[in-house]
Nanobody
Framework: VQLQASGGGWVQPGGSLRLSCSAS????????LGWFRQVPGKEREGTAC???????TYLDSVKGRFTISRDNAWRRVYLQMNGLKPEDTAVYYC?????????WGQGTQVTVSS
């Protein structure tokens, strides 16, 4: 299983970014996928998840601002982030759990500051 995240960067408060994660090594359409984020000194937290039917869940603090989506044909999961706030600054990771084991992408840094 390989996950490759991209799309992070620096943005001013109120701005937008779109993260992308490409996946290989498993039957993509059969699995739920997630985005997590982590800041130094804190535990990694689940930010958004999309199941294999397209159902989504979100961390309360990002509801209404972030949208997770998937493209099974291209084996990609996306995280559209609008209305970004400084507290969204973190390293963002894509995730899949397969056969009881969690797999992670390498992470992409998102920095929100003026």
């Amino acid at each position: 299983v390989q996950l490759q995240a991209s799309g992070g960067g620096w943005v001013q408060p109120g701005g937008s970014l779109r993260l992308s994660c490409s996946a290989s090594g498993f039957t993509f359409e059969d699995y739920a996928l997630g985005w997590f984020r982590q800041v130094p000194g804190k535990e990694r937290e689940g930010t958004a998840c999309i199941n294999n039917s397209g159902g989504t869940t979100y961390l309360d603090s990002v509801k209404g601002r972030f949208t997770i989506s998937r493209d099974n044909a291209w084996r990609r999961v996306y995280l559209q982030m609008n209305g970004l706030k400084p507290e969204d600054t973190a390293v963002y990771y894509c995730n899949v759990v397969r056969q009881g084991r969690a797999f992670w992408g390498q992470g992409t840094q998102v920095t929100v500051s003026s």
